[in-house]
């Protein structure tokens, strides 16, 4: 990701957007993605690009036995420890693909917005597999490949500065897409739909759940802009286990 969390500006532009003062309840998936994982009571959880460590916190306070949270961002880890009181739960910067440095094999594996930005998806699906213990979950979330495809990520505005359409194009090319996060250039990887689940499939997981969530009616009723959410899709949700 060219966007570095770690660059002092680019941090406090992350840390002004609602998700980041306000937590779960900001953002808009997190009513149906909770709704996916699994029962954490006695748990081990591993999260991959813990951010802040609000989930980390939630499988904590929902009886998980032991919670680490990875990120490669030290500034981020610094964040989440700042913000967490629990024993239970430990953070560290690490990279999504060095999972076999862990001895211990994980009950749940969580990674919420982070997979769009590493290119190689099937190894990390594989990394995974392996780090799950039997009967494993995995849980994730992506910018949904609608939202991706284009790679702008912007509406197509009329002559009136409202926005008219989301552009979808080059929907099955599978490439690098460079886009504007707050003001930084960032690079993304667009995938197709089939390509996130055939992979997980693949690989030998079973799906449980794909969902495309919509904001929750409190969001909707509160906001002009959120209530854009509803023309086109912006988040994927996939949630499978390790059938042994």
Known sequence: MSADYDNPTFFDAYASMDRSKYGLDAAGEWHELKEVLPD???KTVLYLGCGYGWHCRYAANHGAK????IDNSEKMIQQAQSMTENQNIAYKVEDMFDL???DTKFDVIISSLAIHYIEDYTNLSKKVYEQLSSKGVFVMSVEHPVFTAEGSEQWITNSQGENAYWPVDRYFDEKVRETDFL???T???HRTITTYVQ????????LDHLVEP???EEMLANS?????ELRRPMMLILAVHKAS
């Open 199 to 206: 992979t997980l499939l693949q690989q030998g997981f079973t």
């Open 187 to 189: 690079t993304k990887y």
């Open 40 to 42: 954490f009571t006695g």
């Open 214 to 216: 919509k904001p929750p």
């Open 183 to 185: 003001g930084f250039s």
């Open 224 to 228: 002009e802009e959120m209530q854009e």
């Open 66 to 69: 032991q919670v680490i949270g």
């Open 100 to 102: 076999e440095q862990f």
